[in-house]
């Protein structure tokens, strides 16, 4: 099962903004929406963006998602210490009939 | 909302095991349940989806012919039967609730999860 493509890490100064991208293709990102996940070490994963760009009730506006083409974006702004987790995204894969995550990019606050 | 699997445990390469996910807080039969792993340090992997009434079922490639995956609308529960296990399968199992009743929409809320563990 062919996983979405995201950077391996990222990382800023607390206030700084921090993009994470994620590659996919037309049968994935390029026809359906985008899930982000974010997740602490030993936790579950817990959803932070819907619908490419929709924030679930309690997930601060410092979080955002964009989509374009084949590829997704979240953005972290106002980067605080408590950010610091490994994030993935996540999507419906038409050619492959099931959901498809990446690899996971692990955000570390300096 | 509530979300807890159980069934994990330490099996045999070639064994099998039937994991359980009990929900709670939530009409289960409005919705599509997947089942999500992590192997160590590894990062997430999709392995099935179980639409509302069961007629839609899909199976990642690596547990196709390995894995059925069923539900219990009237006892809340999701299940998920693994057989011909190989330490490759060795992972933590989350299920996870979907938005929409056929499967293909966003995990809303996950479980805890369970350990499964394989050895050779």
């Known amino acids: 099962q062919s996983a979405l493509t995201q950077p391996p890490s990222a990382s800023g100064t607390p206030g700084q903004r921090v993009t994470i991208s994620c590659s996919g293709t037309s049968a994935n990102i390029g026809d359906n929406s985008v899930d982000w996940y974010l997740q602490l070490p030993g936790t579950a994963p817990r959803l932070l963006i819907y619908s490419t760009n929709r924030r679930p009730s309690g997930v601060p506006d410092r979080f955002s998602g964009s989509k374009s083409g084949t590829s997704a974006s979240l953005a972290i702004s106002g980067l605080r210490s408590e950010d610091e987790a490994e994030y993935y995204c996540a999507t419906w894969d038409d050619s492959l009939g099931g959901h498809v995550f990446g690899t996971a990019t692990k955000v570390t606050v300096l | 909302v509530q979300l807890v699997e159980s069934g994990g445990g330490l099996v045999q390469s070639g064994r099998s095991l039937r994991l359980s996910c009990t929900a709670s807080?939530?009409?289960?039969?409005?919705?599509?349940l997947h089942w999500v792993r992590q192997a160590p340090g590894k990062g997430l992997e999709w392995v099935s989806t179980?639409?509302?009434?069961?007629?839609?079922?899909a199976y990642a490639d690596f547990v196709r012919g390995r894995v059925t995956s069923s539900r219990d609308n009237a006892k809340n529960s999701l299940y998920l039967e693994l057989n011909s296990l190989r330490p490759e399968d060795t992972a933590f199992y989350y299920c996870?609730?979907?938005?929409?009743?056929?499967?293909?929409?966003?995990?809303?809320?996950w479980g805890p999860g369970t350990q499964v563990t394989v050895s050779s």
């Open positions: 807080g939530f009409i289960l039969a409005d919705y599509a």
């Open positions: 996870a609730k979907g938005t929409d009743n056929y499967g293909i929409g966003t995990l809303d809320y």
């Open positions: 179980i639409s509302w009434n069961s007629d839609f079922i």
